[in-house]
Each structure stands twice: as structure tokens, then as C-alpha cells.
């Protein structure tokens, strides 16, 4: 990797971090999550970074892809076990990096199991590394402590501009023959479950990017692709961050854009048997000693 490269990523993983552990304070009962999620996008900004996908706040029994609607009136509940989620590119160089929070102090064990699981598998992001064997530390890790890894989600390989590419890091033994090589960029993102430990789509869904470019007649939707394609460089976006169109224009333009393959939706992710789930989540840079960007 070019010394420019991993500069970027480096101060991108800085950046990532400072506001992930800044995060800590925004989740607290009675708090509003959508408060939460507005401050950590500026602080991003603020710090110099830009938003690599709006942040992820999942409770309990969700796993990912939840972030607020615009004008969001929940709160933190006394009990949550809240999962932060939060990207940061600086020139297209991409920080990915979570971590959960639970507010239930009883579930403190299903937090300490998924940050040992992660530091297991980091220790193994050397070059010649199969993915499938750090799939199998994950679940060992989690297993040993009680729990199910979570086996449809995974870690990935970051691109410019690009969260998920090339290879993938599993969470359970695999028997794929991909190796990590000196120089890649992946995140590491084990989640553990208290249920089924597979996830499912619900009927949600607040984050969207642009899947590919089609001539559009309606002046809203091609003003919604031209903010897909140019602001956000077809990087995930919030719906609430779109001013115009808002509300239920807003989501009939945005189902007839999916219907037509131009938008991908991420629907939230949920616990099959809705047990709860942690993650804990670092951007790495391999190496034969790996690199945390996010430390
Ligand atoms: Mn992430
Ligand atoms: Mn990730």
C-alpha cells in the first residue's frame, strides 16, 4: 500500500474512533437516539472527516442497518443493548469500526465475549491468513462464552470509496481458500447472538445507495439519483437526509427507484428468534503485525 494510502486510512481510522468513544455518552436512557445519531455524523465532519454510511444505531434484538427516520422521537430505553456503528472516509478511504453498549448491565458478558472475539480474530489479519480460519476463532471465542455467532453476517474488504469488496471475513468456520495478503483494508466484524444466531430482513429500511444509473423521467427522483451519484459518490445515504421530497413522497419515489434497480435498500437485520446480539467492529490493515486503524 502506497504511504499516501495508508495515511488516509490512518487518519480516517482516527477520526472513527475519537467519535466512537465520544459515542458512549450519547447512549443513555431517556436520550434520543436520533440526537445521537446527528451528533456523531458532525462530529465526523468537525474533526475532517467525511460520512462513509449513515451511523448505525441497532437495539436489542437488530443487529444492523437501523438509523433514525427524520424527526425521530424514540429514546434510549433503561434495558437497551445498543450496537454504535460508524464510517468515516477520508479521500474515499474508508474507517469502519462499532462497538455495543449495554445498558442492561447484566448483558455486560455478551459485550466482553464479542470484543475478545474481535481481538482474536485481529491478531490473525496477517498476511497468507485463510478467512475461513478466522471464522472459526470468531465462533470458538463466542461459543466459549454461551453464545451462537451470528453465521449470515460477516467482515469485508474495503475499496475507494467502496465498503464492501473483494473478499469476505466470516464469522464461522468456512471452507473458502481465500487468503489475506500484505496491504488490504478489511473490517473485522463479529456479531454474537443470544438467539438463533441468524439474522433476517424486516420491513425496514432507512439506508439506501445507488445500485446503477438509469434515465429517469420525475424531476424528484432524478434530483434523488443526482444526490446519490454526486454527494454521497454512491456511498450509503440516510433518507432522513434528504430535505426534498420528504415523507410519503419520499418513499413512493424511493420503492418505485428499488423497483427499477436503481436504489439498493438495506432493510433492518433482525434476530430470527429475536434474541439479542452484540457486535464489535475494527478496520484493519493487514500486516505480520496488523495494523488497527480504529485502535
Ligand atoms: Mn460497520
Ligand atoms: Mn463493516
Redesign the pocket.
Known sequence: MDDDILEKYLLAGKIASQVREESRKLVAPGKSILLAAETIESRIIELGGKIAFPV?ISLNEFAAHCTPKAKDDSVFGDNDVVKV???VHVDGYIA???ITVALDKTKQNMVTAIERALKNAISMATPGTKTGDIGTVISETIESAGYRPVSNLSGHMLGKYTIHTGISIPNIPTKSNEILSEGDAI?I?PFLSEGSGYVKETNDAEICRLASEKPERSPHAREIIRIAKEKYRGLPFALRWIERPSGALLSTIINQLVMRGIIHRYPFLRDSEKGFISQA?HTVIVADEPIITTK
Open positions: 448505525n456503528d460508524l464510517g469502519d469500526t462499532a473490517a466484524e467492529e
